[in-house]
């Protein structure tokens, strides 16, 4: 008598038999794709190398290489000055390039952000899958010219989530834009005499533009430190505590 014997399916270790089906993967992100935001979170997952996509009131805007004069260098000096400012000021988180599941349709991916950290007091929260849910309450975007969409479908996006300080470097326009959300809508603010702007949100929040344009950020920091050393810093921190 023969017997024969079928081995089970998925035990067969030769690589070129099946092992049953495979879930397809899904199709990559592309710049122009109307998606919703599960979606285009599922294919954002499945592109483990891309570094940036942002979903914008259902579209998705694809990253691009990154250079380091107009973005790179940039981006670090506002982290530094933020995240410095986060440092001394309990109660405070920075992050970059984090994303933000703003509402169901928009999913950036902001440049710099700064939130409050009781939640009872923020206008976001960490989920539990470690995104920012909500709206930050200051958000900063390095971009290359009034033409980026920073300062249209994406600002029309923070304005309408609520997120209170909104700040733009037009790096090729070596201009600084800094608005403020006003009656539901964004109004853009000047700095003062002293050419120093300062955030109404985060007390002691100081920023001295024309040395950050500049690439001085021994000056930047210089001014920052004026704010965390003012009293209105202090009295914030307490009210956080």
Same mark, same amino acid.
């Given at each position: 008598?023969?017997?024969?014997?079928?081995?089970?399916?998925?035990?067969?270790?030769?690589?070129?038999?099946?092992?049953?089906?495979?879930?397809?993967?899904?199709?990559?992100?592309?710049?122009?794709?109307?998606?919703?935001?599960?979606?285009?979170?599922?294919?954002?997952?499945?592109?483990?190398?891309?570094?940036?996509?942002?979903?914008?009131?259902?579209?998705?805007?694809?990253?691009?290489?990154?250079?380091?004069?107009?973005?790179?260098?940039?981006?670090?000096?506002?982290?530094?000055?933020?995240?410095?400012? &986060?440092?001394?000021?309990?109660?405070?988180?920075?992050?970059?390039? &984090?994303?933000?599941?703003?509402?169901?349709?928009?999913?950036?991916?902001?440049?710099?952000?700064?939130?409050?950290?009781?939640?009872?007091? !923020?206008?976001?929260?960490?989920?539990?899958?470690?995104?920012?849910?909500? &709206?930050?309450?200051?958000?900063?975007?390095?971009?290359?010219?009034?033409?980026?969409?920073?300062?249209?479908?994406?600002?029309? !996006?923070?304005?309408? !989530?609520?997120?209170?300080?909104?700040?733009?470097?037009?790096?090729?326009?070596?201009?600084?834009?800094?608005?403020?959300?006003?009656?539901?809508?964004?109004?853009?603010?000047?700095?003062?005499?002293?050419?120093?702007?300062?955030?109404?949100?985060?007390?002691?929040?100081?920023?001295?533009?024309?040395?950050?344009?500049?690439?001085?950020?021994?000056?930047?920091?210089?001014?920052?430190?004026?704010?965390?050393?003012?009293?209105?810093?202090?009295?914030?921190?307490?009210?956080? !505590?």
């Amino acid at each position: 008598m023969v017997i024969s014997h079928t081995p089970a399916r998925g035990n067969d270790t030769n690589p070129t038999l099946g092992t049953g089906p495979r879930e397809t993967p899904p199709p990559p992100l592309e710049n122009g794709d109307r998606l919703t935001r599960d979606e285009f979170e599922k294919r954002y997952d499945a592109m483990p190398d891309l570094k940036k996509a942002e979903l914008i009131k259902g579209v998705v805007y694809v990253g691009s290489p990154v250079r380091f004069g107009k973005h790179g260098e940039p981006h670090a000096r506002l982290l530094t000055w933020l995240g410095t400012y &986060a440092a001394f000021t309990e109660g405070v988180r920075h992050g970059g390039n &984090a994303t933000v599941r703003l509402d169901w349709d928009t999913e950036p991916q902001p440049d710099a952000l700064l939130r409050l950290d009781p939640e009872d007091r !923020a206008g976001s929260r960490v989920s539990a899958d470690d995104y920012v849910e909500g &709206a930050p309450e200051l958000v900063a975007e390095v971009s290359s010219s009034t033409v980026s969409y920073d300062l249209h479908d994406k600002m029309d !996006a923070y304005r309408t !989530a609520g997120v209170k300080e909104y700040l733009v470097w037009r790096v090729e326009d070596q201009e600084f834009d800094w608005f403020l959300l006003r009656d539901g809508e964004y109004v853009r603010i000047s700095p003062g005499p002293d050419g120093v702007y300062e955030s109404s949100t985060f007390p002691g929040l100081r920023l001295a533009v024309a040395a950050l344009l500049a690439g001085d950020m021994a000056r930047v920091m210089g001014e920052l430190q004026k704010g965390l050393d003012a009293a209105e810093h202090a009295e914030f921190v307490a009210s956080l !505590a």
